[in-house]
Nanobody
Framework: EVQFVESGGGLVQAGGSLRLSCAASGFTVDDYAIGWFRQAPGKEREGVSYISIKDGKSHSADSVKGRFTISSDNAKNTVYLQMNSLKPEDTAVYYC????????????????RGQGTQVTVSS
């Protein structure tokens, strides 16, 4: 059974940091493109960062570039999102998703996704 378990969300003050984790089971993260998405109330879903180990590529949205870093740990079959210099506008539910095609993932299409973790940034 394919499963994602996200963790690491919480409440943080503006300027603070959080690290989100996405632990996968049922497949190997290195064989898929993995992305972090976020959804805030009243706003469209946004793709935040993507990584594809098999393609040797990663990408982050302009809104988080220079602040967020995506990485993976093959031994733990886990993908991380390190979030620094957080802003109130980063408040959202963050979830990870996977697809075997990075281009599909970047347009918001994916095979698997997790339930999400809440990130709240206070001003």
């Amino acid at each position: 059974e394919v499963q994602f378990v996200e963790s690491g969300g919480g409440l943080v003050q503006a300027g603070g940091s959080l690290r989100l984790s996405c632990a996968a089971s049922g497949f190997t993260v290195d064989d898929y493109a993995i992305g972090w998405f976020r959804q805030a109330p009243g706003k469209e879903r946004e793709g935040v960062s993507y990584i594809s180990i098999k393609d040797g590529k990663s990408h982050s949205a302009d809104s988080v570039k220079g602040r967020f870093t995506i990485s993976s740990d093959n031994a733990k079959n886990t993908v991380y999102l390190q979030m620094n210099s957080l802003k109130p506008e980063d408040t959202a539910v963050y979830y990870c998703a996977a697809d075997d095609d990075l281009l599909r993932l970047r347009v918001g299409l994916y095979e698997y996704r997790g339930q999400g973790t809440q990130v709240t940034v206070s001003s």
